[in-house]
């Protein structure tokens, strides 16, 4: 055996096994979900699917407020992507692009806003949504969300690698700013607005605690809040639970199974940036 081909199946093994570590969570979680809960607490709760009980998903489905939460989190997180990303495309056009007083100094401002914790910032958000009297609404969700430095880090790269001279021939056709940005750079830059719109919306779907703080009723919960009231008098509902985790995660699942190769490339370009 050549040195490179047990550096193949030793890399190949170690991908196994870190695959098997990051799926059995989810194996286990269906394996919970399958069983009725007094054998749960009897039992525990087992790693075989010995067990089609499908009880926990019935009363997820019919005494919670599941779809509720799903319109919630598909909203505010469909709103959050779309603004972040035409906010930040147009943020970065012009620090790109444009030129005018404290261009370098705010563009700065821009990557220095990496170092402030955002939980750091939840006590003044909060005050000031109850004080715009968006506390336990949509726009009370979205707003603290709309700040994502990566977006504007990423789209400048990518404006200031465009050649100049397509830049001046458009305005030498009588083409503004906006035909600019919107008919000719993004058009060029169709897969990185994909791959930034997949981090950013799964982001806004994952966020739990500002959602948390800031919806005060369970109509107005998302899916991440929403998983932590299924708790009875009795204690902790442990298959239901498990059932709404894993409907929960059903979403983020299957656009990760399409939209992979999407996925893969926001994974890289945060990590590039943040490194």
Known sequence: MTAKRARNI???????????????PLYWALTTSLRSENRIVSEGAGLLIDELNFSA????????????????????????TVIVLVTGMMCAYALSQL????????????V???MVPVPALYVAQFVLMNDLGLVNTWWGIILPQLIVPVVVIVYKQFFDA???????AVLLDGGGEFTLL???YLPLNWGITAALAIITFISAWNNFFWPFLIATSEGMMTIPVGITQVNDSFGVAYARMMALALLAAAPVIIGYMIFQKRVTE??????????
């Open 182 to 184: 919107f008919k000719l």
């Open 162 to 168: 465009i050649p100049k001279e397509m830049r001046e």
């Open 99 to 110: 030129e005018f007083p404290g261009r370098r100094a705010l563009y700065l401002l821009v």
């Open 112 to 114: 220095a806003s990496f």
């Open 266 to 275: 926001a994974v890289m370009i945060s990590a590039g940036v943040k490194g």
């Open 10 to 24: 030793a890399f190949t093994a170690i991908v196994l096994i870190a695959a098997l570590i990051w799926i059995f």
């Open 57 to 80: 998903y019935i009363s997820v489905l019919s005494n919670s407020k599941l779809p509720i939460w799903y319109l919630n989190s598909v909203g505010t997180s469909l709103i959050t």
